[in-house]
T-cell receptor, first 111, second 111 residues
Framework: GQQLNQSPQSMFIQEGEDVSMNCTSS?????WLWYKQDPGEGPVLLIA?????ELTSNGRLTAQFGITRKDSFLNISASIPSDVGIYFC???????????FGQGTRLTINP | DAGITQSPRYKITETGRQVTLMCHQT?????MFWYRQDLGHGLRLIYY???????DKGEVPDGYVVSRSKTENFPLTLESATRSQTSVYFC??????????FGPGTRLLVL
């Protein structure tokens, strides 16, 4: 099946640092989504991207839909303790209603 | 409260037993999805449904059965549970263009 390669798998940073993570694929996607999952809960949508080259912000979060439509990145500026969790990228191909998810990036913040 | 409820939230069962995980949405969204989440694999689609009485296989459907007699309910049944089905299971609905809203999850342990 389709696969998304998400990196890094884990990050250990200091509070206040900026964070960057990305997803790549060998397939072209029509939509890129970024989700965050807190412990014991389901993933929550952070940002949705619908056009190649699109750059979208949500507070301290910024995500971009790669020009080639095969990649996307998520940046978090000035990290705070509540940013801790697992971040997932997800992509949609063609007219399919199904999403393909990356393996996740686990973010840990040292206060 | 509006949203998705999953029950039970935690379940321990034995190999060979039948288990049914329930998913209920308070909206009337057409699409519903079942995922499993395992370390190193992110979220993988088991089955999805486009509407009542319409279901289709996802990436990892073997060993699972679904039904959708009512729009708001989408139960997932493990006909004969195996240890490899120990996982966290998430139900989701499509809430917008290519975006999905997730339930809180069911943690299943098969002994």
């Amino acid at each position: 099946g389709q696969q998304l390669n998400q990196s890094p798998q884990s990050m250990f940073i200091q509070e206040g640092e900026d964070v960057s993570m990305n997803c790549t694929s060998s397939s072209i996607f029509n939509t890129w989504l970024w989700y965050k999952q807190d412990p014991g809960e389901g993933p929550v949508l952070l940002i949705a991207l619908y056009k190649a080259g699109e750059l979208t912000s949500n507070g301290r979060l910024t995500a971009q839909f790669g020009i080639t439509r095969k990649d996307s990145f998520l940046n978090i500026s000035a990290s705070i303790p509540s940013d801790v969790g697992i971040y997932f990228c997800a992509g949609q191909i063609g007219g399919a209603q199904k999403l393909v998810f990356g393996q996740g990036t686990r973010l840990t913040i040292n206060p | 409260d509006a949203g998705i409820t999953q029950s039970p939230r935690y379940k321990i069962t034995e190999t060979g037993r039948q288990v049914t995980l329930m998913c209920h949405q308070t909206w009337s969204h057409s699409y519903m999805f079942w995922y499993r989440q395992d370390l190193g694999h992110g979220l993988r689609l088991i089955y999805y449904s486009a509407a009542a009485d319409i279901t289709d296989k996802g990436e990892v459907p073997d060993g699972y059965v679904v039904s959708r007699s009512k729009t708001e309910n989408f139960p997932l049944t493990l006909e004969s549970a195996t240890r490899s089905q120990t996982s966290v299971y998430f139900c989701a609905t499509r809430t917008g263009p290519e975006t999905q809203y997730f339930g809180p999850g069911t943690r299943l342990l098969v002994l």
